[in-house]
Each structure stands twice: as C-alpha cells, then as structure tokens.
C-alpha cells in the first residue's frame, strides 16, 4: 500500500494538503490508542513530504521556449514511486544535538538552548528533546521549561514538530498535573501553590484548557480526605468562580457539590463550637449527636436532658436528614438508634395526684372528721402537699445521680424485671424512675400509716392501669404538651385561680347542710308566744297565717 493510498490524497498533492489530511487522520489513529496505525500514518506522511520536495526541486532548464505541439507530441512521463528512504547515519546535526541533550534539565535548558542556536541546530535538539520529554516518566519540571523558552503546545511553537508527539506530550503533562493535585491533599498550602503555577502555565491558556483545569481542581477539592474552607476560597478567588453575574467557569455537576460540601463544612464547624458550650437546647443538642461522645457520657448527658433539649436533637436530626443526608452514612453516631432510646417519657401527672390525693385523705380522716374546722383541713392539705413535693423532688434528684453511675445495672434490672416491678407501660427504669417513688410511699406510710400509703399506691396503680389503655394515651400527651408549651408562671396562676374559688365553694358546702324539721328556729316561736298575749297555751311550735298576721289587740 502506498503512502498516497494510506492518505487518501492524489499523487500530485502538495505540502499544504499533505499536512492538513494528515492531521486530520492523526485524530483516528493516536500514538496513545493505536500505535500501529499511527506508526503506519506517519511513515506514510513522511513518505508524501519527501516526494513533494522532490517535486519542488525538479526545474526544466531550457534556452527558450518549448513549442506547443512537441508537448503534445510527448508522453507523460509516469510519476515515480517515492521510495522509502534508505537508513542513514545520523547528521551532524543531529549528533550535535544528541550531545547536547545529554544530563539536559530544567536549569540547564535555557543555556542548552541557546548553545543550539548558536551553532545552528536548534531544530534537531527541539525534535530531540520532545522526544525525551515523552520518554522520560517524570518530566514534569522539564516540560514545563521547555514550554516557557520554546513556546511548546502554544500558537508559537514550530511547525515542523510532529502534531501526535505534542498531544501525546499534552495529555502527559495533564496526567502529572493531577498526580501532582493528588499528591497535594493533604498540604493546602502546596495544594494552592500547584493550583497557581497551573494557572499561568502557557499550555492551560487555551479555552479548553482552562475549561480542563476548572474541571481537574473541583475534581481534587471533591476528593481530599479534609476539606479546607480556606483553600476553597482561594481556589475560588484565583479561577473566578465566585464572580456574580455570570454562570461560573467551575463546570456541573461539580460546582454544585462543591457548594454542598462548603456549605456541610461550614454546618459542621457550627456544630462543633455549639458543642463547645454549655448554654441553650441546642448546645446540648449538638453535643448529643455531634460530640463524638462515647456510650456512658452520652447517657449521663440524657439524663438532663429537658423536653426541649429533646426537640432541638429532633429538629437537627431532620436538618441533618433535609440539608445534609450524606452525614448519615459519614457519622454512624448520628443514627436515631443510638440517642432516642435514652428519652424516657416520664408520666408528669401521677405522683402530682397521688400525693394532693394522699394529702387529702390525711387532712379528711385526720382533721376535719374529728372536728377540725374547713379552712383549716384545706390549709394543713396544702402545706402538707408541698412538703411531700419537696421530699419527692429530692429523692428524684437523688435517684437521679445514684442512675448517672449505675445506669448498666439500671438497663439490666429493666431489661430483666422491668414488667414485673411496674404496672405502667411503657415500663419505668428501676433506679432512675421508680426508686424515689417507692421511697416516698415508705415516708409517707411513716408518717400517716397505712391509710395514707394504701391511698398513695392506689392512686398510683389506678394510674398505672389507665397507661395500659391506648385510649389514655391522648390525655398524658395533653398535660405533656401543656407542660412543655405553656409558661411556668402561667401555670402556677391559673393553678391558684382555681384553687381559690374551690376553697370557698368547698367551705360554703361545707357549712350549708341539711337542718331537721323547725331547727334553728325553735327560739323565734318560743319568743312570739311571750309577746302576743292573746295566744292560748301551751304555745304552738307553729303559728298559722291569721295568728302571725293578726294585729295586736289591748
């Protein structure tokens, strides 16, 4: 097969043809992808130039003009065959430049350069060393120099270098690039540096090269194991991919997850130094899922947790889950398992109950049916209730620390007995929940016997029998709501606002009952029959109409 055939061009091409069909073909058969075919190409390219200069220097010598019709007369002379050149030993020249690409390097380029120009082999050295530079596995630093004195890969490099050469040094170079990114995650600041020379490297002026490089350094941002707010600003800073009233130059999708992961870096950050603290439910919140504490301290903390601590994890739980759900599958101690089993629903109404109930029968058994006045047995109820409400915040307080340090013995006892040792459900924790309650009984049976323990754990039983109903469900979460959402003040106000009126009512019902036939106005007859004299004796218990009405006679 000929070279003319190899190139789909017609014997008679010239230079211009020649090089253009053969960088359109050098696209179909790249050195990288086939070797073969590109080796085929080039002999054939080479074959094709040779034979066009063989051309250009044939001259027709003649003293003057050829006729017209000897031309015609003649046969055309067949267009010889180029042949391929035979080897040769190299030129001086090329031994020259051979010599002088010995121990070449970055620093030494440019005096190397100059040595080829002055002695006037400058294009076999070029040729040479772009040969080297592919050659060699880590030319990085040389080709870098080689492109700033020799204006390779721009519009101003020789045309007389082999195009497959340069890409193939280009796509090199690009590799380098991004092993040398790579190499770099873990220093922002030699990460930055890099970023910089690539940025005024003259092979990266083009527009698909800066579009390359956009893409190679949001591609490295994506990939480093630490993100870097600040390397990312400069970054930005440097390519202009912040600038506002245009799209950005970083191309899709990774301009966007590169936003995604600032924005998650900067949630992070906030987290952290909210964890830091100690004020506030979304300190504790954020200590809770983002504290990185182990199993017993992430109890302790549970414990005193309040009704709003407990929302603010859930509401950063679901900002976690909207905003940033990739954290889920990066941070496993965020998962609920771990920190929603320690929220202990605690009934806030039963012990309340139990001890005014308590309080009451004390005050009605004790005091008011042995002749105590209203007032009174309502005011001793009152003091007394606060007292047992003092004695039970303590030994909750108390039950409370007494959990901190013993709470696997606690989790044991209520994996193991939990259903036995209550009637509520879900069941309470031994220590933690059900411990000062059965400690406040045994002072109360102290302190009024057994008819005020029988009505303390009777109440509480009751109580704990509706919890098993789905029905009282509702209520509980009424009072738990209330609980959480309305003021403390407000509460105790409304509290006393009932309280009043009820000790007046209770006092006049108290002292409003049902008298016998004529009691209490046995005295207003007895004093009517002494002032009317005309009222025969004996003198009746009840006067008629005519006999009250009648008018006093002399």
Same mark, same amino acid.
Request: proline residues 7%.
């Given at each position: 097969?000929?070279?003319?055939?190899?190139?789909?061009?017609?014997? #008679?091409? #010239?230079?211009?043809?020649?090089?253009?069909?053969?960088?359109?073909?050098?696209?179909?058969?790249?050195?990288?992808?086939?070797?073969?075919?590109?080796?085929?190409?080039? &002999?054939?390219?080479?074959?094709?130039?040779?034979? /066009?200069?063989?051309?250009? &220097?044939?001259?027709?010598?003649?003293?003057?003009?050829?006729?017209?019709?000897?031309?015609?007369?003649?046969?055309?002379?067949?267009?010889?065959?180029?042949?391929?050149?035979?080897?040769?030993?190299?030129?001086?020249?090329?031994?020259?430049?051979?010599?002088?690409?010995?121990?070449?390097?970055?620093?030494?380029?440019?005096?190397?350069?100059?040595?080829?120009?002055?002695?006037?082999?400058?294009?076999?050295?070029?040729?040479?060393?772009?040969?080297?530079?592919?050659? =060699?596995?880590?030319?990085?630093?040389?080709?870098?120099? /080689?492109?700033?004195?020799?204006?390779?890969?721009?519009?101003?490099?020789?045309?007389?270098?082999?195009?497959?050469?340069?890409? =193939?040094?280009?796509?090199?170079?690009?590799?380098?690039?991004?092993?040398?990114?790579?190499?770099?995650?873990?220093?922002?600041?030699?990460?930055?540096?890099?970023?910089?020379?690539?940025?005024?490297?003259?092979?990266?002026?083009?527009?698909?090269?800066?579009?390359?490089?956009? =893409?190679?350094?949001?591609?490295?941002?994506?990939?480093?194991?630490?993100?870097?707010? &600040?390397?990312?600003?400069?970054?930005?800073?440097?390519?202009?991919?912040?600038?506002?009233?245009?799209?950005?130059?970083?191309?899709?999708?990774?301009?966007?997850?590169?936003?995604?992961?600032?924005?998650?870096?900067?949630?992070?950050?906030?987290?952290?130094?909210?964890?830091?603290?100690?004020?506030?439910?979304?300190?504790? /919140?954020?200590?809770?899922?983002?504290?990185?504490?182990? &199993?017993?301290?992430?109890?302790?903390?549970?414990?005193?947790?309040?009704?709003?601590?407990?929302?603010?994890?859930?509401?950063?739980?679901?900002?976690?889950?909207?905003?940033?759900?990739?954290?889920?599958?990066?941070?496993?101690?965020?998962?609920?398992?771990?920190?929603?089993?320690?929220?202990?629903?605690?009934?806030?109404?039963?012990?309340?109950?139990?001890?005014?109930?308590?309080?009451?029968?004390?005050?009605? $058994?004790?005091?008011?049916?042995?002749?105590?006045?209203?007032?009174?047995?309502?005011? #001793?109820?009152?003091?007394?209730?606060?007292?047992?409400?003092?004695?039970?915040?303590?030994?909750?307080?108390?039950?409370?620390?007494?959990?901190?340090?013993?709470?696997?013995?606690?989790?044991?006892?209520?994996?193991?007995?939990?259903?036995?040792?209550?009637?509520?459900?879900?069941?309470?924790?031994?220590?933690?929940?059900?411990?000062?309650?059965?400690?406040?009984?045994?002072?109360?049976?102290?302190?009024?016997?057994?008819?005020?323990?029988?009505?303390?754990?009777?109440?509480?039983?009751?109580?704990?029998?509706?919890?098993?109903?789905?029905?009282?469900?509702?209520?509980? !979460?009424?009072? /738990?709501?209330?609980?959480?959402?309305?003021?403390? #003040?407000?509460?105790?106000?409304? $509290?006393?606002?009932?309280?009043?009126?009820?000790?007046?009512?209770?006092?006049?019902?108290?002292?409003?009952?049902?008298?016998?036939?004529? =009691?209490?106005?046995?005295?207003?007859?007895?004093?009517?029959?002494?002032?009317?004299?005309?009222?025969?004796?004996?003198?009746?218990?009840?006067?008629?109409?005519?006999?009250?009405?009648?008018? !006093?006679?002399?």
């Amino acid at each position: 097969m000929s070279c003319w055939e190899v190139l789909g061009l017609p014997a #008679d091409a #010239d230079k211009r043809s020649i090089k253009r069909q053969y960088a359109n073909l050098l696209k179909q058969h790249r050195p990288d992808e086939d070797p073969e075919g590109f080796q085929r190409l080039r &002999e054939a390219y080479e074959q094709a130039l040779a034979w /066009a200069d063989w051309q250009q &220097e044939v001259v027709v010598e003649a003293d003057g003009p050829i006729p017209v019709d000897w031309l015609e007369t003649q046969p055309a002379a067949p267009h010889p065959e180029p042949r391929p050149a035979e080897p040769q030993g190299p030129s001086p020249s090329q031994r020259l430049a051979m010599q002088c690409l010995e121990g070449i390097s970055a620093a030494n380029l440019a005096e190397r350069v100059a040595q080829a120009r002055l002695y006037g082999y400058e294009q076999d050295f070029e040729h040479g060393l772009l040969r080297h530079c592919l050659a =060699q596995e880590d030319a990085y630093a040389l080709a870098q120099a /080689a492109i700033s004195q020799l204006h390779w890969l721009t519009p101003w490099q020789r045309e007389d270098l082999p195009v497959g050469a340069t890409e =193939q040094l280009r796509n090199q170079l690009m590799e380098l690039a991004w092993s040398r990114l790579t190499e770099a995650w873990h220093d922002s600041q030699r990460f930055l540096d890099l970023a910089r020379q690539l940025g005024a490297s003259p092979w990266l002026q083009t527009l698909d090269a800066r579009q390359w490089l956009n =893409q190679c350094l949001a591609m490295a941002l994506l990939q480093t194991p630490r993100w870097s707010e &600040e390397l990312f600003d400069a970054i930005c800073a440097q390519q202009g991919w912040k600038q506002t009233g245009h799209h950005s130059p970083c191309p899709e999708p990774w301009w966007s997850q590169l936003l995604a992961r600032s924005h998650c870096a900067t949630f992070l950050e906030q987290q952290a130094r909210l964890a830091t603290t100690t004020d506030g439910s979304d300190s504790k /919140a954020a200590r809770m899922l983002f504290g990185g504490l182990d &199993e017993d301290a992430r109890v302790r903390l549970s414990m005193t947790f309040s009704a709003e601590d407990w929302a603010a994890c859930e509401a950063l739980y679901r900002t976690v889950e909207i905003r940033h759900p990739h954290l889920l599958e990066e941070l496993p101690e965020l998962a609920p398992d771990n920190w929603r089993p320690l929220r202990r629903q605690t009934p806030i109404m039963a012990v309340p109950l139990a001890i005014l109930g308590t309080s009451a029968c004390m005050s009605w $058994f004790f005091e008011y049916r042995l002749g105590g006045s209203f007032f009174s047995s309502v005011l #001793d109820m009152l003091m007394r209730a606060l007292l047992l409400g003092v004695v039970a915040w303590g030994l909750n307080a108390f039950c409370k620390v007494l959990s901190r340090g013993a709470w696997r013995l606690d989790q044991s006892l209520h994996a193991r007995f939990g259903q036995w040792l209550s009637l509520r459900r879900p069941a309470p924790l031994p220590i933690r929940e059900s411990l000062w309650v059965g400690l406040l009984g045994g002072l109360i049976y102290l302190a009024g016997g057994i008819l005020a323990a029988g009505t303390y754990f009777g109440i509480l039983g009751a109580l704990a029998v509706l919890s098993r109903r789905r029905t009282s469900r509702r209520g509980p !979460s009424v009072f /738990a709501r209330l609980y959480e959402h309305v003021p403390g #003040d407000v509460l105790i106000g409304l $509290f006393l606002g009932m309280l009043v009126p009820l000790v007046l009512l209770g006092n006049a019902l108290a002292n409003n009952g049902a008298l016998a036939v004529n =009691q209490g106005l046995q005295a207003w007859p007895q004093r009517t029959c002494v002032a009317r004299q005309s009222t025969p004796p004996p003198c009746p218990s009840e006067l008629s109409t005519i006999q009250w009405h009648s008018t !006093s006679q002399p």
